[in-house]
């Protein structure tokens, strides 16, 4: 974390969520009741799948923290995908049911205008949203958390919907369509079936042990090669763990430095990606000695190896017994 107060962000952001998010869904929710507006009922909903979330968030993180174990020697970190996948996978069923209803009430073509009051409503959730977002996009970039940046796509997502329901309320008192209320309902409805479906599906990534993104394996490669001493790098293996990012990598070295000066180049390695690479947990380097650095030695290797393929193919000649 780059700042002191990140910590505090850290520990606070799930109970700021469940409290904005739980008073932001009872006033829309009451509001869009009173107004009539099915959108800012929809909105609603919106708002309360968030509490759900960071009250998620609040047991994900404490979850992810705890220490290595024997029964658990890579830590807990999954923890945190699978409590994603399975909010957002309730979110999708959720959000089909609502438009199956959605779609159901437009059909029925029995529409009414909200009344005004719906529009005051939905210009506070933009403000609370916007906000909302770029402050949980900032812990979530900090903690790397796919929790709390899932958190951070739905407060963009509120933002968006309740700037519908804005444009929905507008067109149905002053442009006579009375219907667009219920078609943005619809159409909030279809964006969080499309933010929960795009956040489990990286949930299912994090869970499968899925590698780095490209420009990440490119930077591990740069600072690697680097390193004076470091002549290649070869077998890069990356996979995330929960917040943390675990590498394994193998360098080439001359085949004349010593075992103390390769492992020497190794830990140097093991330092650089420690410190330049974000939220890395675990760094595991080892040195190869390259062909040709010196030919004398290429050569006996040869030979021993052609010598330990004869004694497996029996050509050699055994020892006289005594």
């Known amino acids: 974390m780059r700042y002191a107060k990140c910590v505090v962000c850290n520990e606070m952001i799930g109970w700021v969520g469940i409290f904005t998010n739980l008073t932001l869904s009872t006033m829309k929710l009451f509001v869009g009741v ?71 009430s437009l059909v029925e073509n029995s529409h009414q205008a909200p009344h005004l009051i719906a529009l005051w409503a939905a210009g506070f959730a933009i403000a609370v949203n916007l906000f909302l977002q770029f402050y949980t996009r900032c812990v979530a970039l900090e903690i790397s958390s796919p929790l709390v940046m899932t958190l951070s796509k739905h407060h963009l997502g509120d933002s968006l919907a309740a700037l519908a329901v804005m444009l929905a309320v507008i067109g149905s008192h002053y442009l006579g369509l009375p219907w667009l209320d219920t078609a943005v309902a619809l159409g909030i409805n279809l964006h969080l079936i499309y933010l929960a479906g795009e956040a489990a599906w990286d949930s299912f990534n994090g869970l499968m042990d899925s590698a780095a993104p490209r420009h990440v394996a490119q930077q591990i490669h740069k600072i690697a090669l680097g390193i004076k001493g470091v002549e290649k790098v070869e077998n890069l293996s990356t996979r995330y763990i929960g917040q943390e990012l675990w590498i394994a990598l193998e360098v080439g070295v001359h085949s004349d430095l010593s075992i103390r000066e390769a492992k020497t180049i190794s830990n140097r390695v093991e330092e650089e990606l420690a410190t330049f690479v974000p939220h890395v947990g675990e760094v595991n380097v080892h040195f190869v000695s390259l062909e040709g650095s010196v030919p004398e030695l290429d050569q006996i290797k040869q030979e021993l190896i052609k010598m330990a393929g004869k004694e497996e193919a029996g050509d050699l000649p055994t020892a006289p017994q005594a």
């Open 34 to 104: 009173v107004s009539g507006s099915h959108a800012l009922v929809a909105d609603s909903i919106y708002s309360a799948k968030d509490v759900v979330t960071s009250i998620l968030i609040i047991f994900g993180l404490r979850v992810s923290k705890k220490p290595i174990n024997r029964d658990h020697p890579y830590g807990k970190g999954k923890h945190e995908f699978m409590i994603s996948l399975m909010v957002n996978l309730a979110i999708l069923v959720i959000t089909g049911l609502l438009f199956y209803h959605a779609a159901n």
